[in-house]
């Protein structure tokens, strides 16, 4: 099964549980697949997430007070998982499924935020 397919089965077993984020995400390094979803990110983050992040602006604050709170995507808590035992792994090296919002089962594209901090 590939990551896509692994992060639609992800959406619909959040689903199953009455659970609808706003983005779900899967991630891939090395062979290694992890998924998320959009939430405030975890405050014991990896330094060179948080770094890159702190580029953008203050954690969980609008750039100029517009699009998605710093920190607050499924990328940002997908990567975060994806480099629990692994804090070296390059960021412009995870593979990202194509985000989903599961109350639509539409894709999302991804932020600006992310865009600069996963270099994609």
Known sequence: MNLEEQTEKYV???ISFKFKPAVVIGAEYN???VFSYSKPCDSNMRNSLRNKLRELGDLYIQKNGKGNPIGNCAEVNVSQKLMIGNSTIPL????FSTPIRPRTKQPVPICDNCKHTFDK
């Open 92 to 95: 412009d090296k995870i593979i």
């Open 12 to 14: 619909i077993k959040l």
């Open 31 to 33: 062979g290694k697949r």
